[in-house]
């Protein structure tokens, strides 16, 4: 529709004339990497994608009017998923380009001959996408502004690009694991591209090929990211933010930001960011986060229950006391295609508790440290190694390999093929 000013005795009217709509083409063209998106009739076939690198569409308004046109882009996606016998809202993403200001509409000006580029700075977003738009200077109202709807997807990465991606960054040499770790967080199997997404390319409006790859409770992307931890209300700092954000107010499937940048839900769960879903860089680097975090768990006395400080401490004093009846540890654990052993560990974070050891890692042989299959089974929640006994009758170490939570998981991580052969 246009909309037209009359004068009429005196007074300025506005009324409506019917015209071609801009769903099929005419003066301003919506382009998406160089395609005109007017020239497709149905929203329901327009998709463009997120690509593989992984990198937004570049998405162009061309105002061929005489006429000031102003745009906004508008994109969102409510992801419903069944987990414990129970669909409800898991997530709701939407986002304006230009972003809103204190939650007023901020749009972008195209003078007459002149094109626009929508500026998505670091953002990598994807679902259902809207042009919102006026044609001349009316005041942008719900009744006003018009519509032209298409649809964003996701490309995965391929396994040279993650695997490239790893050692670029160095991840590779700090969790030898981590192949093994995003492979079966992903569901990817031994397949050549890694589930960020939905697999498949025959997008549809309804359907879920190319949005976010998730698993419940709160889990998204390659890494899964889901257990960053809860606010505690008992806590007096926690209650006092709670109140803050007015966390208890959310629905189902809304977040907030503190100040820290932290995206909180509803069940006060401290969640993936909206970024860390859909870009699947961020996704593993915060991963890799996660991992660092653990081992300070694990270690620090000031960041957690330091597990494996506690373990490595009683066998040591125990072995001081004791020097001719020095602590021995577990038999050789098999898990998958790697043997678990009472070596000692080449990460990082663990390299000062190696000293309980009487041996070295066998790379070749998949021979692996029992801190390391601790930290994996970590990452998933849970403890591997059990300490057991005193320094009066002595220390045992028994291995936990199964959980209620997710089985036999270090086993299930050291079982992929990683080899990329299906």
Partial sequence: MVKVSITYGGKLTQCVVESEPLEQGGEVEFMANGVKLNDTESSDQRFVTVSSVPEMPELVVNNNTNQQLRIRLKI????VGSYGGVSATR???????????????VTQTINPGDSYTIDFGDKVRGGQA????????????????????????????????????LQSEGYLDRYWFIVHLLQHESGTFS?????????????????????????????????QLDNFGQLDQENNNDQQLIETLGVDNLEDGEVVVDEQG???????????????????????????????????????????????????????????????????????????????????????????????FNGTEGTANHIKSF?????????????????????????TWTLDRDSAQSGYYVENICSEDVSGNS
């Fill in 76 to 79: 969102n996606y409510t992801k």
């Fill in 371 to 395: 801190y390391d299959a601790h930290l994996i089974r970590y990452y998933n929640g849970g403890h591997y190694i059990v300490g057991n006994g005193n320094s009066s009758t002595g220390y």
């Fill in 91 to 105: 997530r709701i993403f939407l986002d304006y380009f230009p972003e809103e200001n204190n939650g007023q509409a």
């Fill in 191 to 223: 397949e050549n591209e890694f589930l960020n997404f939905n697999r498949g390319e025959n997008f549809s409006v309804n359907g879920l090929k190319g949005l976010p790859n998730w698993g419940g409770p709160r889990g998204f992307g390659i890494a």
């Fill in 262 to 356: 932290r995206y909180i839900n509803h069940d006060r769960y401290i969640v993936a960011s909206d970024n860390e879903i859909w870009n699947w860089k961020e996704n593993i680097g915060t991963a890799i986060q996660l991992l660092d975090m653990k081992v300070e768990e694990l270690t620090d006395p000031q960041k957690g229950s330091a597990r494996i400080r506690n373990l490595h401490n009683n066998i040591e004093n125990w072995n001081n006391s004791h020097p001719e009846n020095l602590f021995q540890g577990p038999d050789d654990q098999e898990e998958g295609n790697f043997v678990f052993s009472f070596i000692e560990s080449e990460i990082d974070g663990f390299i000062d508790f190696n000293g309980i």
């Fill in 130 to 165: 809207t042009f919102e738009y006026i044609l001349g200077d009316w005041e942008w109202t719900q009744e006003n502004v018009e519509t032209f709807e298409f649809h964003i997807r996701g490309l995965n990465p391929s396994r040279a690009e993650v695997t490239s991606y």
